[in-house]
T-cell receptor, first 117, second 113 residues
């Protein structure tokens, strides 16, 4: 139980294009999903908190117009990196929190490696 | 605001023990421990929700000292598979019960044969 998937696992795009990353909880309903970014050899930095049916809450310094988050259902959240630039290249990981397994536990997806050329 | 983990890195021989500490400057609801292998996503190890709580499975256990705002992860009789970067994630009370986690900088553990 408590499986979270992400798609795609890797993406390479040209500067200026937009990229959409999907995060799905496969066997449980996720009341809340979180989006993180991780640069090489660094920690996980929370970008935003996403609750189903409401607007995402962004962390300080994260541009909400650049990183669009949609949480359309209890099993799906999407992150769209708009007008991507090389500095947006990173490992993007989502996590889902629900009632599966231990309460209040976040289960991470496998991550999406984004490379912007 | 980011919790501080120590040590930053540790190298062990198989069978040896290690302790990883996580210290926060803020009062905490809970502490979560994860292990991440290179190029992969973090894998949940355990969550500690109450001060004084101790948990463990197999040879990995953890404790949470709520008053000191600290948690420790104990790895005993380490195996090669324990290698990776360990992160503590803290849920500060100042964030409300939002589920938000603030992660430490990580502790890299390498277990050698």
């Amino acid at each position: 139980g408590a499986v979270v998937s992400q798609h795609p696992s890797r993406v390479i795009c040209k500067s200026g294009t937009s990229v959409k990353i999907e995060c799905r909880s496969l066997d449980f309903q996720a009341t809340t999903m979180f989006w993180y970014r991780q640069f090489p050899k660094q920690s996980l930095m929370l970008m935003a908190t996403s609750n189903e049916g409401s607007k995402a809450t962004y962390e300080q310094g994260v541009e909400k117009d650049k990183f669009l988050i949609n949480h359309a259902s209890l099993t799906l959240s999407t992150l769209t990196v708009t007008s991507a630039h090389p500095e947006d290249s990173s490992f993007y990981i989502c996590s889902a929190e629900g009632l599966a397994g231990e309460k209040e536990t976040q289960y991470f997806g496998p991550g999406t490696r984004l490379l912007v050329l | 605001q980011q919790p501080v983990q120590s040590p930053q890195a540790v190298i062990l021989r198989e069978g040896e023990d290690a302790v990883i500490n996580c210290s926060s400057s803020k009062a905490l609801y809970s502490v979560h421990w994860y292990r991440q292998k290179h190029g992969e996503a973090p894998v949940f190890l355990m969550i500690l929700l109450k001060g004084g709580e101790q948990k463990g499975h197999e040879k990995i256990s953890a404790s949470f000292n709520e008053k000191k705002q600290q948690s420790s992860l104990y790895l005993t009789a380490s195996q090669l598979s324990y290698s990776g970067t360990y992160f503590c994630g803290t849920a500060p009370k100042s964030s409300g019960n939002t589920g938000k986690l603030i992660f430490g900088q990580g502790t890299t553990l390498q277990v050698k044969p």
